[in-house]
């Protein structure tokens, strides 16, 4: 993620490196979590608490959320905490400083791309009515970032901390979408079906990954789009949903975006996972006791990003 919209800043990493947090080895409290919640549907507590755990990021110091709690708060970090909320069927406790926040933050920053103007539109789009100024600025912005090949965002020499090729793309067509803005559809569709390969998944130099083509079936999605690989994209996702039980069968590790991506690719599709209840069981296995958000695997540190993917799980499995 880049500059200061990133979900996790320089300060918040240098917090916690080499942190070690004593909770994660009290095998009382996690086991305590998972009694809780041994069956397919969670209830009120366990939205209770992960409430609790996402407002108690919130910093009244600029009205927005950080996961370290820490200011200044993170755009991006709030983004899914507002987003996190939404999927519990909340709005925040104070919507009025967040969207002063996000609005603030995107405007301080002139050279802000794609992830600030998404993280801004998401945001206010949840929680107010878009500014017809800000709505002039995000269109201008946005596609002022569209590339030669019909895309948005670089072609090339990608940030290390960029998940995808068609992240920045499926954040621009949001953006868009959400601003009801013409573009040509057809051609960002193009862009994205050049990176569809063989084995139905998505992804530059041959090698699918589940990023991208959550990413991909997302914009296929949103601009309607029904290509006739789908069936192939669909055989793809289940092998690798195949894998991903024999993984945790064998308790090797996994991470929550991988499921995340999965998980969501599948319902872009019109598809459900064929193990909502073992998909269950490992996301609440990810959950860190006493603070109850939720971490990248079962075990590490809780942050908002990763309650959100937690939480957009649960709701595609039919758990929330």
Not at 77 to 103: C, M, R, W
Not at 111 to 116: Q, R, S
Not at 184 to 189: F, G, L
Not at 259 to 271: C, D, I, R
């Amino acid at each position: 993620m880049e500059g200061m919209i990133a979900s996790t800043s320089a300060a918040g990493r240098g917090f916690f490196n080499g942190l070690e947090r004593g909770d994660m080895d009290s095998f009382t409290l996690k086991q305590r979590v998972l009694n809780e919640y041994d069956s397919p549907l969670v209830g009120r507590s366990f939205r209770r608490k992960v409430t609790d755990y996402v407002e108690n990021r919130y910093l009244e110091e600029d009205g927005g959320y950080c996961f370290y709690r820490i200011p200044p708060s993170s755009g991006m970090d709030t983004y899914f905490a507002v987003k996190s909320l939404s999927i519990l069927g909340l709005k925040p406790q104070h919507p009025e400083a967040v969207v002063n926040f996000i609005l603030n933050q995107v405007k301080e920053d002139s050279t802000a791309g794609v992830i600030g103007v998404f993280a801004t539109v998401e945001v206010i789009g949840e929680l107010s009515q878009i500014p017809e100024g800000f709505r002039d600025y995000a269109q201008q912005r946005v596609m002022a970032l569209q590339n030669n090949a019909g895309g948005f965002g670089t072609l090339e020499n990608f940030d290390v901390e960029v998940t995808s090729e068609l992240h920045e793309t499926y954040r621009a067509v949001k953006i868009l979408r959400t601003l009801n803005v013409h573009f040509d559809e057809e051609k960002v569709t193009r862009f994205v079906l050049a990176l569809l390969n063989p084995d139905g998944g998505y992804g530059r130099e041959r090698r699918s990954t589940l990023a991208s083509t959550f990413y991909a079936t997302a914009i296929h999605k949103s601009l309607g789009a029904e290509p006739r690989e789908f069936a192939k994209t669909k055989g793809y996702l289940r092998s690798k949903e195949n894998d991903w039980l024999e993984a945790i069968k064998k308790g090797l590790v996994y991470y929550l975006e991988d499921l995340f991506w999965l998980v969501g690719s599948l319902t872009n599709l019109g598809q459900n996972s064929n193990f909502p209840d073992q998909v269950t069981r490992f996301v609440v296995d990810c959950q860190v006791p006493p603070f109850y958000g939720f971490a990248r695997a079962t075990r590490g540190i809780a942050t908002l990003e990763n309650t959100f993917y937690a939480l957009s799980i649960l709701r595609e499995v039919g758990a929330l």
